[in-house]
Structure formats: C-alpha cells, structure tokens
C-alpha cells in the first residue's frame, strides 16, 4: 500500500463527520438531573452525555421523528449524539422519571 492511499483513508473519515463550524455540547447526567436541563444546538452538532454519578443513566428520546434510546450509561461513560435534523425534543432517562434535558435544534 502506497503512502498516498494510506493519507486517504485516514483523512476522509475526518472530513465526513466533522463540519468546521460544528459544536460538541457537553451535557452532565448526575444527581438524578442533566445539566443542563435545556440546550440550544444546531444540525451537525454533537452532544455528548457524561455519567458523573454512581448510578446508572440513559438517554432516550421519546418524541416523534427523533426517537432513539442510547442504551445505559454507567457511571463514567458517555454516549454521544449527532444531531442530524432540527426540531426540539425531550430526552429522558428510563431509570429516573423526571428525569429531562430539553433540546432545540436550529
Ligand atoms: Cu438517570
């Protein structure tokens, strides 16, 4: 395999998933809370879930057109988000009802 190829590859997954001007959000999930609990973003952002607490959390999105669930986070991990679309949305947490982090994507 030549070099040249070799630059390829490594460049173009870069270039694919990393628009210049796209933000990564952090959002905390501890105390039974997101921090913080509304977020302003725009499509090709990314929003990334950390699970500072010793529990166990989850981000799931029960409203149409942007459902997903993201699976557990246990404590110290983190899921990341990529939003695709605008609109807003709650995200919630299957362990903790009240749980919600309200997200507006422009
Ligand atoms: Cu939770």
């Given at each position: 395999?030549?070099?040249?190829?070799?630059?390829?590859?490594?460049?173009?997954?870069?270039?694919?998933?990393?628009?210049?001007?796209?933000?990564?959000?952090?959002?905390?999930?501890?105390?039974?809370?997101?921090?913080?609990?509304?977020?302003?973003?725009?499509?090709?952002?990314?929003?990334?879930?950390?699970?500072?607490?010793?529990?166990?959390?989850?981000?799931?999105?029960?409203?149409?057109?942007?459902?997903l669930d993201l699976g557990k986070q246990e404590p110290g991990q983190e899921a990341?988000?990529?939003?695709?679309?605008?609109?807003?949305?709650?995200?919630?947490?299957?362990?903790?009802?009240?749980?919600?982090?309200?997200?507006?994507?422009?």
């Amino acid at each position: 395999m030549s070099f040249d190829r070799i630059a390829i590859i490594v460049c173009l997954p870069l270039l694919a998933s990393t628009p210049a001007s796209a933000a990564d959000i952090t959002v905390t999930m501890a105390g039974g809370a997101y921090q913080p609990a509304k977020i302003s973003a725009a499509v090709g952002d990314t929003i990334r879930f950390r699970n500072d607490d010793d529990a166990d959390h989850n981000v799931f999105v029960p409203t149409v057109g942007h459902a997903l669930d993201l699976g557990k986070q246990e404590p110290g991990q983190e899921a990341v988000l990529t939003l695709g679309k605008s609109g807003t949305f709650d995200v919630e947490c299957v362990f903790h009802p009240g749980m919600l982090t309200i997200v507006e994507v422009k």
